[in-house]
Structures are given as structure tokens and as C-alpha cells.
């Protein structure tokens, strides 16, 4: 952020002292006032690997959105990905809101004035914040640990900190080099430490932690950030319209559609559109048992609505016509009523069919895989398919129908099931090994020369791994 936008740490925290007690953080001397959180516009869309309700989506956001970070050219932040010193030396220069004039004298010898992180390394030694280390190097390559991390700011913040006689971490003595960076960072409540207690100074430091780190120092010297107005990434792909018109851009439940073999019911949500310009369109097959179609407010919907709002797409939550079995995957005349379902809305809205998104959960995963891509994938020509909890294609060669060339450069394919998601492991849902289902199906996929992604999560089960399903739709739609 901006000098001029934002107060500067440095002095701002020169009054504060902090006390650390063997019973963890406590509150520190007089902070200044919080201010009230504004809604400010941002003038850049999430980046491509960080969607909203993603883990550090707040501290990243509020990064990019004041200019302290841009991530990286091709639109990602790699929020896992382990930052470098340097990389925070840069972050830290901006955070601070200063202005350096750094000259051309070289503090450190492998970071010359050619190296982008040379003004901020400069501002850092210049300060007094880093003396580098003993070989003249400042490590600008070398990932920062927590412990390091925790000095750079404490040093920024100014603060006083007395820490306890006794080390509250178990992992640290009072003779630690980063002893008392630590015990400021947890006295403070800026860091929690982990659930054993230890602050494990020497573990590197991954850029969605150091996005929260400064963060939460913002916030408690200068008051909650602003929330911003996030402007949608705009696909970069060509717009194949349906022209449809005379359709009413609503919220509605349970509007009847038939095919004129078997019929059924579906949720629309397009209240949130005005037709003004064709649009995608994601279509939520529920698992077997309907619970999707006849709870959608329990259920992962309200979850696929916030993106199809966000990223101006309907919604649309069919129940399947085999009202016998209650699943879409045991007759091909479920699949081929949810293609035709997708035509007759064609027909009524300007759907783009370059943004046609299937997702499914467990048994509606099954039939995106068996009989929507298999089967009546002439419908649409681009977009991709979110496939939990299942998503097999069992005793194949090739598709039962092929896949036009269209769809398959344009349409990718994603796989999510939990670790625990097998009839070995208890986390089934009966005998259905959704794990084996879904390593069949996205090989299957992958070997027509589809674009396809396998994410298998540890420790989750069948019915854990369902609101996995927006979040893998949300990396999908960030990204295009």
C-alpha cells in the first residue's frame, strides 16, 4: 500500500510494549483505535489460485488489493508455494509505505543492483532490520522461516517485548536467536503457534502464511482492512450463443421440464442476471437419494449460487426422472433428459456453450462421467466438469459417442474424492469405492486426450468431501 494511503508501521508501534506470559497471548499495551472496515473497490480480479472462500483468501486479497503484492504474470499467487527472503524484503518494502533511494552501493554480494529485490534489501539493512549473514550474503534465494520472519517484524514494529523468563514453546530456549521475535509474535496474538505448543522457528515459511502475518500485523496497528469489490475475471475464450430468448431471469423451484419420454423438475437460480449478454451455465446433478434436489439449502447449492452470482452464471439443480431408484446413473435416459434440458434452456436464455459446467456428487458424479461426456456431450462445446465422490467409467475403450474436437480442446475435467472414501478404509457410502471410481474415470478421460485433474484429500470421507466440490468449481472459474 501506498505511503499516502495507509498510516506507517514504524513509529505508529513505538509505543506499544508487550508482556508474554507462560499462559499464552495476552492483549498488548494501548494499540491504536480500530477503524471501521470500509468496502473499497479493487481494481484486479482473485488470482487465478486463490478464489474466494480459499485458505488466506482475505490476506491475499487484501495484498493485491493495495498493491503490496501482484503475484506473479500469469495471474496466480501460489499461496503454498515457499517465499524467499528476498520475495519478503519486497513485501516488507511495500507493507512499510516508505520510499527508499537505495543509491548504487551494494550491502550484500549476492544481491547486486540488478536484482528487483535490491531497493527493498537495501531499505531493510539501511533500517537496521537485517544484518545479513556472516559470509556477506543476505540469502535472498533461500526460503525465510518463521523464525526469521518473526524478527523482520518485530524489529519493523518497534515494540518492547519482555519475554518470560521460562520459554512457553517447547521447541525454543530463552537463548534462542529468535527467542524474543517469537514470544512478541505470539504475545501479541498475531501467531497462535501449533496445537503441540512449539513455534517451530526453523520451518519454512509459505507465501499464504506470510500474506497472513502481515495481515494480521495490519490489523493490529491500523484496524481491520478494508473488504474490496473484486471485479470478475473475464474469460479470455470465444462466445458460442444459443440466441434463446423469452425466458424470465428468476429464482424459481421446481419448474417442470419433459423431453417427452420421461420428465422431471428442476431449481433455477438467474435472478442475479439481466440477459443483457449470453452466459455459462452450471448444472448440479445431486447424489443418489435426491438430497441435493430436496434439501438445497443443507446442502453444497447455496455454495454453487455464490459462484454462478459472482461469476454471472445460472444455476440450474435438476431432479432426475427415475423416480424409482432416485439416482441419475442407473438409465441413460436420465443422462439424455439433462442434455436435452440444457437445449430447451438454450432455447429460453443466451447461454454460452463455450461455459457449460457440470458438476456432480457421488451418484451425479457417476453420470457426468458415464453418460453426459460418454454419451450427449454434442450439447455444448467448452467449459469443464467437477466430478466428487465418484465419477467412474467402467470396461471402456472409448467413448460410447464420440467427443467432438471442440470440446475436447476446450473442456477440462476434475476428479475430488477424500483418502477415506473406500469400503476398506469405512468411509464408503456402502460398497461404492469412490476412490476407485474416480482414478477409473479421470484415467479414462485423460487417455482420450482430455485435460484432466485427480485430487484424492487425506483423511475425508464420503460425505466430508461434498463441499469440495465448489471449491475445486471456484480454481476452475478463477482460472479462465
Not at 477503524?35 to 495484498?63: H, M, Q, S
Not at 428442476?266 to 455459462?280: F, I, K
Not at 433428459?337 to 429460453?348: N, T
Request: hydrophobic share 35%; glycine share 12%; net charge neutral.
Amino acid at each position: 500500500m501506498l505511503a499516502t494511503h495507509r498510516r506507517r508501521i514504524a513509529g505508529v508501534m513505538a509505543i506499544l510494549t508487550v508482556t508474554v506470559t507462560l499462559a499464552g497471548p495476552v492483549s498488548a499495551g494501548t494499540a491504536p483505535a480500530a477503524e471501521a472496515a470500509a468496502t473499497k473497490p479493487c481494481a484486479t480480479p482473485d488470482f487465478t489460485d486463490v478464489p474466494r472462500g480459499a485458505n488466506f483468501y482475505d490476506p491475499i486479497t487484501w495484498l493485491r488489493c493495495e498493491q503490496i503484492s501482484t503475484g506473479y504474470t500469469n495471474g496466480s499467487y501460489a499461496p503454498h508455494q515457499q517465499i524467499t527472503r528476498g520475495e519478503t524484503a519486497q513485501l516488507l518494502y511495500r507493507f512499510s509505505g516508505e520510499t527508499h533511494r537505495a543509491g548504487t552501493h551494494i550491502d550484500f554480494t549476492d544481491v547486486p543492483t540488478s536484482r528487483s529485490a535490491f531497493t527493498a534489501v537495501s531499505w531493510m539493512h539501511a533500517k537496521g532490520y537485517t544484518a545479513g549473514y556472516a559470509n556477506g550474503t543476505f540469502g535472498a534465494d533461500r526460503p525465510i522461516t518463521r523464525g526469521e520472519l518473526a524478527a523482520f517484524l518485530y524489529r519493523m514494529s518497534d515494540d518492547l517485548a519482555i519475554a518470560p523468563a521460562t520459554s512457553p514453546f517447547p521447541d525454543m530456549s530463552t537463548r534462542d536467536n529468535f527467542y524474543t521475535p517469537a514470544a512478541w509474535f505470539y504475545g501479541t496474538g498475531m501467531v497462535s503457534g501449533y496445537a503441540d505448543g512449539t513455534f517451530r522457528p526453523h520451518r519454512p515459511v509459505t507465501r499464504g502464511e506470510s500474506a497472513k502475518f502481515l495481515y494480521a500485523l495490519e490489523t493490529r496497528v491500523n484496524g481491520a482492512p478494508s473488504t474490496y469489490t473484486v471485479p470478475v475475471r473475464e474469460s479470455s475464450g470465444p462466445v458460442n450463443s444459443t440466441g434463446g430468448k423469452g425466458g424470465i431471469y428468476r429464482d424459481a423451484q421446481a419448474l417442470t421440464f419433459s423431453n417427452g419420454t420421461v420428465s422431471s423438475q428442476y431449481h433455477l437460480y438467474a435472478g442475479h442476471l439481466n440477459g443483457t449478454r449470453p452466459h455459462g451455465i452450471v448444472i448440479h446433478l445431486h447424489g443418489d437419494g435426491g438430497f441435493e434436489y430436496r434439501e438445497p439449502q443443507w446442502s453444497t447449492v447455496p455454495a454453487y449460487e455464490k459462484l454462478a452470482e459472482r461469476h454471472g452464471l445460472m444455476l440450474v439443480v435438476p431432479g432426475t426422472p427415475d423416480q424409482g431408484t432416485n439416482t441419475w446413473w442407473r438409465k441413460d435416459s436420465s443422462g439424455k433428459y439433462a442434455a436435452d434440458l440444457l437445449r430447451d434452456l438454450g432455447k429460453k436464455y443466451d447461454l454460452d456453450l463455450n461455459q457449460v459446467y457440470w458438476t456432480g456428487y457421488s451418484g451425479g458424479a457417476d453420470t457426468v462421467a458415464r453418460h453426459m461426456m460418454n454419451s450427449h456431450s454434442a450439447g455444448w462445446t467448452g467449459g469443464a466438469a467437477v466430478l466428487v465422490a465418484g465419477g467412474g467409467i467402467y470396461g471402456q475403450k472409448a467413448p460410447l459417442r464420440p467427443i467432438s474436437s471442440a470440446l475436447m480442446k476446450n473442456y477440462e475435467m476434475h476428479w475430488v474424492v477424500g483418502a477415506d472414501d473406500t469400503p476398506s478404509r469405512g468411509g464408503a457410502s456402502g460398497n461404492f469405492d469412490a476412490v476407485h471410481a474416480a482414478r477409473l474415470g479421470s484415467a479414462f478421460y485423460s487417455g482420450q486426450g482430455m485435460e484432466t485433474s485427480l485430487t484424492i484429500k487425506p483423511g475425508m470421507d464420503h460425505w466430508e468431501i461434498a463441499p469440495s466440490g465448489p471449491v475445486k468449481l471456484a480454481e476452475v472459474l478463477a482460472s479462465r
